[in-house]
T-cell receptor, first 115, second 115 residues
Framework: AQSVTQLDSHVSVSEGTPVLLRCNYSSSYSPSLFWYVQHPNKGLQLLLKYTSAATLVKGINGFEAEFKKSETSFHLTKPSAHMSDAAEYFCVVSDQAGTASKLTFGTGTRLQVTL | DGGITQSPKYLFRKEGQNVTLSCEQNLNHDAMYWYRQDPGQGLRLIYYSQIVNDFQKGDIAEGYSVSREKKESFPLTVTSAQKNPTAFYLC??????????????FGPGTRLTVL
């Protein structure tokens, strides 16, 4: 069985400072891992995806994540936060169910960005 | 303009009524999914479909039904048997391949409130 733990339910940073959102996963397979972002009352937008290629994955809007197998972690980072980054972020691990992907979601981390 | 559309954006229902949520995609994806999102929780899978006229139960299928008569459409019916239907409902779609995990793309969601 696969699972995802997002270690912080809420993170607050000042604009212009680094962002770190932490995620640990458990999977019986060689996992695919994702980060999605959700703004209030909106659908989810894909930030980035890891699929066993390079361990450092670059995404949209300056975000990146590093896959560390030894630590079973996939933390999301950004060097400098912007006000528009304020949103809910979900770490997701995938499994295969037949030929369709089944995703397991973390409970989310709400990022607050202050002036 | 390719994407996933969900309608309506907001939906109100009286207790004991069935209600159907619409999901349409023009991405030519084979697989479609329905998720439920509750405050403070990650998304939970209700149903998914890999191909027309076929679908499988997800983790919380009780009280819901779906159909997949067309590749582009995957409507979800919330029946009166669903004990706590107030939630945010998200539809997603993805390519289906023999190996590997494919990214799921999400619609904007429908917020259902039972009065």
């Amino acid at each position: 069985a696969q699972s995802v733990t997002q270690l912080d339910s809420h993170v607050s940073v000042s604009e212009g400072t680094p962002v770190l959102l932490r995620c640990n996963y458990s999977s019986s397979y060689s996992p695919s891992l994702f980060w999605y972002v959700q703004h209030p009352n909106k659908g989810l937008q894909l930030l980035l995806k890891y699929t066993s290629a390079a361990t450092l994955v670059k995404g949209i809007n300056g975000f990146e994540a590093e896959f560390k197998k030894s630590e079973t972690s996939f933390h999301l980072t950004k060097p400098s936060a912007h006000m528009s980054d304020a949103a809910e972020y979900f770490c997701v691990v995938s499994d295969q169910a037949g030929t369709a992907s089944k995703l397991t979601f973390g409970t989310g981390t709400r990022l607050q960005v202050t002036l | 303009d390719g994407g996933i559309t969900q309608s309506p954006k907001y939906l109100f229902r009286k207790e004991g009524q069935n209600v159907t949520l619409s999901c349409e995609q023009n991405l030519n994806h084979d697989a479609m999914y329905w998720y439920r999102q509750d405050p403070g929780q990650g998304l939970r899978l209700i149903y998914y479909s890999q191909i027309v006229n076929d679908f499988q139960k997800g983790d919380i299928a009780e009280g819901y039904s779906v159909s997949r008569e067309k590749k582009e459409s995957f409507p979800l019916t919330v029946t009166s048997a669903q004990k706590n239907p107030t939630a945010f409902y998200l539809c997603a779609s993805s390519i289906v391949r023999g190996q590997g995990t494919d990214t799921q793309y999400f619609g904007p969601g429908t917020r259902l409130t039972v009065l």
